[in-house]
């Protein structure tokens, strides 16, 4: 059974960072992408950045590009999401998500889209909140 158990959030101030860390387990020895997501109360889930371990596969939202990383350790089977120099638009629910995808060396641009639909197995979320 796919369990993804996120942690991190929290409350700080604008300028300040933070880190979501997303502990995957059920999906050893598979070949997945990880997604980072956050939904603030109203308003559509959005994808913020993607990732089959890193390089050409790794995609971010263009409002979080430059300011948040992330990376996927295959090794501890977790993916993190580091946001630096947070801003109040960024205060929402973030979850971490995973679908299998077949095995590559070579992840292309892409392979890890940013539609939530594509995602099968999700975490529980976990609280951002930024204050001016």
């Known amino acids: 059974q796919v369990q993804l158990t996120e942690s991190g959030g929290g409350s700080v101030q604008a300028g300040e960072s933070l880190r979501l860390s997303c502990r995957v387990s059920g999906y050893i020895r598979m070949s997945y992408c990880m997604g980072w997501f956050r939904q603030t109360p109203g308003n559509q889930r959005e994808a913020v950045a993607t990732t089959y371990g890193g390089g050409d596969s790794t995609w971010y939202a263009d409002s979080v590009k430059g300011r948040f990383t992330i990376v996927q350790d295959r090794a501890e089977n977790t993916a993190y999401l580091q946001m630096d120099t947070l801003k109040p638009e960024d205060t929402a629910m973030y979850y971490c998500?995973?679908?299998?995808?077949?095995?590559?060396?070579?992840?292309?641009?892409?392979?890890?889209?940013?539609?939530?639909?594509?995602?099968?197995?999700w975490g529980q979320g976990t609280q951002v909140t930024v204050s001016s």
């Open positions: 998500a995973a679908v299998a995808v077949p095995f590559t060396t070579s992840p292309p641009p892409g392979l890890c889209v940013s539609s939530d639909s594509a995602y099968n197995d």
